[in-house]
């Protein structure tokens, strides 16, 4: 075991040696302090999550009797035994297989699987320059242990929906679904705080600038927090918002490493009260937004997250008066807790059977804003391949598009954030617009909690406090980002 442990780091430092900072630690070392997190992410936590899907399609087998009968349960069965047999391609590190149905990302993914590390743009960039060889695949033929940390957790995710998706009666089978669903439940009080803390302060306007400004960091920071509890970070155990976000509020600023919020609270007023002036800001190659016509979420996790974004989505609609809000979500299940087009409508349905009153009519009022296309849910099969978004303009260039459109995306989670900055170690201190390579479709911005070894544009105190409160600052998820590409001032 331990030689097929060096083999894969020894892999994967031949794919990256030319950005890998020398440390001077060896391969035990630095997984101890929270890098290269990859290797225990593959090798321990994935096995979990796949165990655990077993457990739970044992337990369906009763509803799949009732639903399909016999013909149901012998799927189930052929569904079970194909995830075991995923489980112990990734323990052997077997190399990954194509996929075999016929659906729009089918070959995008299987060229993704035999050419595993090509980048077809390799990074430019003009800081002490780690980035500047283009990276090669030193291996056609990817396996679990060898290939990109981001190919090899994508594939895992879309190899589950590829079961799904071959089979007849269980071809909606989404095997997250009620772990999903319970983090929702179980956060119902700190739903309910939020929902009252929204409900009794969203009647303010902008010209009462100091209620207005203070109410929006508070959204934005406990959207922030949503982040904490996805299901992927725990191996698909519970890690939901049980107390209320926002009498911690204070405190978990203070664990925001660099943050933007005062940056795009001004940048939306200066929009919003027609201040915007396109200047010659020599750093922003796309075209900025004089107006406020439209924001995109990229959606993260379901549950509490996705509850604390709506929160956030709530006062650009009412307060900004946003006229389109887009929303976009997962066509299949992925990295456990992600929002599906399920999870979507059913978080809403649960609102209105809660019991709470405030859900309820805040359930009304965002269903009345999907009807009336002011919210628009979405999905694109971008989402779900293993490219990092600096691809996103060549690989699908109508949802850079779409992005362009938009006044403001915001990027929720983990995920998203190590897609931003090209998934790479590097080095913290580096400026976050010089990762982007080209990803420019218009102003954004990341909201992060640090559940990866992927960092840029924090200063190095800031590396300094949080390495010494806790070694494993970068993956716990106890630290934060809030980090911005915008024009103005
Ligand atoms: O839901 P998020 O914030 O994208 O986090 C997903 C998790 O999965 C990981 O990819 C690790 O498995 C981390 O990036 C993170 O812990
Ligand atoms: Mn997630």
Not at 238 to 254: I, Y
Not at 431 to 459: A, E, I, M, W, Y
Request: net charge negative.
């Amino acid at each position: 075991m331990f030689a097929a442990h060096l083999e894969f780091f020894a892999a994967h430092q031949c794919a990256e040696a030319h950005w890998l900072p020398d440390t001077g630690l060896d391969i035990l070392e630095r997984i101890e302090i929270g890098r290269d997190f990859a290797y225990p992410s593959i090798k321990d936590r994935l096995p979990v999550i796949l165990t655990k899907i077993v457990d739970v399609l044992y337990r369906d087998k009763c509803f799949v009797r009732g639903q399909f009968g016999e013909a149901g349960i012998e799927e189930l069965k052929d569904f079970i035994g194909k995830i075991s047999r995923l489980r112990s391609e990734l323990q052997t590190d077997k190399p990954f297989t194509l996929l075999e149905e016929d659906c729009p990302d089918t070959e995008a993914w299987n060229q993704r699987i035999q050419i595993p590390n090509l980048v077809e743009n390799p990074i430019e960039c003009t800081d002490p320059s780690p980035l500047s060889v283009p990276l090669t695949s030193p291996t056609p033929q990817a396996s679990w242990f060898t290939s990109s940390w981001l190919l090899a957790e994508c594939y895992c995710y879309r190899k589950i929906a590829s079961i799904s998706l071959t089979s007849n009666y269980l071809r909606n089978l989404d095997p997250f679904k009620g772990q999903k669903q319970l983090a929702l439940i179980e956060s119902l009080d700190a739903i309910v705080s939020l929902s009252s803390f929204l409900l009794s302060n969203i009647n303010c306007t902008l010209n009462d600038s100091t209620t207005s400004e203070a109410l929006f960091k508070s959204l934005l920071y406990t959207s922030v927090w949503g982040n904490k509890c996805d299901l992927s970070i725990s191996s698909g155990e519970a890690n939901n918002q049980l107390s209320n976000v926002l009498m911690q509020l204070d405190l978990l600023k203070s664990y925001v490493l660099q943050d933007d919020v005062q940056k795009i609270f001004d940048y939306l007023v200066l929009l919003k009260t027609n201040n915007a002036v396109v200047n010659n800001n020599p750093h922003i190659s796309y075209m900025p937004k004089t107006d406020m016509n439209r924001i995109d979420f990229v959606l993260d996790n379901a549950g509490f997250e996705l509850f604390s974004d709506l929160c956030l989505a709530e006062y650009f609609s009412a307060i900004f008066g946003v006229q389109k809000i887009y929303f976009h979500a997962k066509i299949i299940p992925w990295f456990v807790s992600d929002v599906t087009n399920d999870d979507w409508y059913w978080s809403f349905e649960w609102m209105k059977q809660s019991g709470s009153a405030e859900l309820l009519k805040l359930a009304n009022l965002w269903e009345a804003r999907i009807e009336a296309g002011q919210w628009i849910f979405t999905t694109h099969h971008f989402w779900t391949l293993p490219d990092t978004f600096d691809l996103m303009n060549s690989v699908a260039p109508d949802l850079y598009q779409q992005l362009s459109e938009s006044t403001l995306v915001i990027f929720k989670g983990d995920l998203n954030y190590r897609k931003v900055t090209g998934d790479r170690k590097w080095d913290p201190t580096v400026c976050f617009g010089k990762v982007l390579n080209g990803f420019h479709p218009s102003s954004f911005c990341c909201l992060r909690t640090l559940k990866s070894d992927t960092l840029v544009g924090v200063t190095h105190e800031a590396v300094q406090r949080a390495k010494e409160e806790r070694a494993d600052w970068m993956i716990s998820g106890q630290f934060a980002v809030v980090q911005s590409i915008l024009p103005y001032p």
